[in-house]
């Protein structure tokens, strides 16, 4: 065995799952977002791996393995070569002898659309479902927290086709359904959200998530189980407005107050009354930028996620077709728009023509402006706001109005106002989607229907991540002694520890065992290093086994005792029942 524990809290580790896996001996660092996975973590990556095999076969997916080198020209091909190896793109590319490009793998539509391009002709052949458990690259532009956002990951993707939107539908019930049985098995505490489909589109998303303090999203959902969504892509009913102090159109010297908060504290007025106008640049595909105001409710913060899906949406005005960054411009970045210094923290919903060098301006109003009344704003000029101001009297409510609010805990949810939303922190395992004609549109992946036409493929595509989940389930489940595996994916069931190996009772007592455990059937690790019982005990419990067997003093008495890491319960069972108490247990 490779075992190779340490006492110390590694420098490189942050999260605790991190921390445990490398101190008992699961992964090694070998680079920036790169792991080993040693011989323990690889057990419990094929015990999951197994898990989820079943269920996808169970629901008639068919399993294969694609390449991970890539052509670049069916990323040219579905036109995505571009975003994602340039600017913030997370494609490893590269450039092979004859000088053809290439990508290795960060996903799978094109590979799969091309293969369903050969091989599916006719309605006839449809449904399928084909998927694969693989190792994907990622030039993640932040990773971190090891397995949980690596640069080299495994993942089960899979891909269906479809005749139509109803088959479609059914399939991806169907997956929700071996998600949630794939994550029960595991032994996973999970909440299924809506999700943001983002630059994808398609007709809805769901996302996995393991709920964790330490999880990356931030799911708002409400107790009557009704509403759960992703903050990306949550939807919420705002407190209600508070009536304005101002009744009349005036400018107030409010020096000092680039903040909200130090806003309302000067005038005296809920923050629900303010009119915030927030400053972003957007760059898109084409390399065009685009300054942009949204105006917002005081007491509200804008959604980049809502707000960059709504200037996609823009995207045919500047002749692109994506947004390909979205940012707050730094004060040095936005001399390049203005030809004089923007007055940050008093702007107003409308910028002074004079003040832009380019036309490429655009101005959005959140819709939790739009009924406001006698409000407050900036006035393009620093240290004073407006009060008591109207949209069509002083101000002109922008062309555009969207939803890019934040929902956040405490809003009002949409289905029911009674119902509150409360907020959990979650790690996402697993997102499904329904991608509808985008790929097969663009590739030329038809088929021929009963009519006898030639239409696009529908598809659907399903993600899983089985190297995060595998530390998903350690963030979930741990105390300061070390891991404790869920039995499903631990990498072994019991560990025999023997106290004294220069007992020859106890080591003979404990080889008996070991070879009836696994006559059993029963996955079990034999601890007979010359260490002390202490060290051995340490261990046992810092890698997280689920039963500790001690072949110890009670042997004299005919018995071992077993010990459950969950709960450190400890049981003296007579030698002859172990196996079978175990069996069960198990
Ligand atoms: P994220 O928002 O966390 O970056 P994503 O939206 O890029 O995830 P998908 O492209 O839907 O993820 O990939 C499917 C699954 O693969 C995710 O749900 C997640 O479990 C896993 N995954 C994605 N990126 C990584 C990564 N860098 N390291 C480990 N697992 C990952
Ligand atoms: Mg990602």
């Not at 898990?51 to 694609?66: F, H, P, Q, S, Y």
């Not at 303010?274 to 804008?302: F, P, Q, T």
């Not at 949406?313 to 390049?336: D, F, N």
């Not at 728009?337 to 008093?346: A, F, H, R, S």
């Amino acid at each position: 065995m490779l075992l190779m524990t340490l006492r110390q809290d590694p420098a490189e580790a942050e999260i605790p799952s991190h921390k445990l896996l490398l101190r008992a001996g699961y992964i090694r660092r070998i680079g920036s977002g790169i792991y080993a996975y040693l011989p323990l973590m690889w057990r419990v990556l094929q015990k999951i791996s197994q898990i989820v095999r079943e269920e996808m076969n169970a629901t008639g997916a068919l399993e294969c393995l694609l390449p991970q080198l890539q052509p670049a020209q069916l990323w040219q091909e579905s036109g995505r070569w571009d975003t994602y190896t340039k600017a913030e793109g997370i494609m490893f590319a590269l450039r092979d002898r004859q000088e053809r490009d290439l990508g290795l793998g960060p996903t799978h539509e094109e590979v799969i659309t091309t293969i369903a391009k050969k091989t599916i002709n006719s309605y006839r052949q449809l449904p399928v479902h084909l998927y694969q458990i693989q190792t994907k690259f990622r030039d993640e532009i932040r990773p971190r927290f090891g397995l949980m956002r690596g640069r080299e990951f495994i993942m089960k993707d899979g891909y269906s086709f479809h005749s139509d939107e109803e088959s479609l539908k059914e399939t991806y019930r169907q997956m929700d359904r071996a998600y949630r049985q794939i994550l029960g098995r595991c032994g996973l505490a999970f909440r299924a959200v809506e999700a943001d489909s983002g630059a994808i589109g398609g007709a809805g998303s769901q996302e996995f998530m393991i709920l964790a303090d330490a999880g990356e999203d931030e799911i708002l959902y409400t107790s009557d189980g009704k509403y759960a969504a992703n903050v990306e892509k949550a939807v919420s009913r705002p407190p209600v407005v508070e009536a304005s102090p101002f009744t009349s159109y005036d400018k107030k010297e409010t020096p000092g107050t680039e903040t909200i908060s130090k806003l309302c504290q000067i005038l005296n007025c809920s923050p629900t009354v303010i009119v915030k106008n927030v400053l972003y640049e957007a760059m898109y595909d084409n390399g065009k930028k685009v300054l942009v105001v949204v105006s917002i409710r005081g007491d509200r913060d804008v959604n980049e996620v809502k707000l960059q899906n709504e200037l996609v949406k823009l995207a045919g005005r500047y002749q692109a077709k994506t947004v390909l960054a979205l940012k707050v411009p730094s004060a040095k970045e936005l001399q390049e728009w203005t030809t004089q210094p923007l007055p940050l923290g008093y702007i107003a919903p409308n910028l002074p023509k004079d003040y832009l060098r380019s036309p490429q301006f655009l101005s959005l109003a959140d819709t939790t402006v739009v009924g406001l009344t006698n409000f407050i704003t900036g006035s393009n000029e620093l240290g004073d706001h407006v009060v008591g101001a109207n949209w069509g009297a002083q101000f002109q409510l922008p062309e555009l109005t969207v939803d890019v609010q934040k929902a956040k805990a405490g809003d009002r949810a949409l289905h029911d106002t009674s119902q509150i939303l409360q907020s959990a922190r979650g790690i996402e395992v697993g997102h499904i989607f329904q991608l509808g004609t985008k790929y097969s549109q663009v590739m030329g992946a038809t088929y021929t229907n009963e009519e006898g036409e030639e239409v696009p493929l529908v598809m659907g595509c399903y993600g899983l991540g089985v190297s995060r989940l595998a530390q998903a389930a350690v963030e979930q489940s741990y105390d300061k002694d070390g891991i404790i595996w869920p039995v499903a994916i631990a990498p072994y069931h019991v560990i025999i520890v023997i106290p004294n190996i220069s007992d020859a009772k106890q080591v003979e007592a404990a080889e008996k065992l070991y070879h009836d455990f696994k006559v059993a059937g029963v996955d079990t690790l034999l601890d007979d290093r010359p260490e002390r019982a202490g060290v051995k005990f340490k261990d046992a419990d810092l890698i997280g086994i689920p039963y500790r067997v001690v072949t110890g003093r009670s042997l004299k008495s005919g018995q071992v005792e077993v010990v459950e890491r969950a709960t450190k319960k400890s049981h003296a069972i007579p030698l002859d029942e172990v196996v079978s108490t175990l069996k069960q247990w198990l």
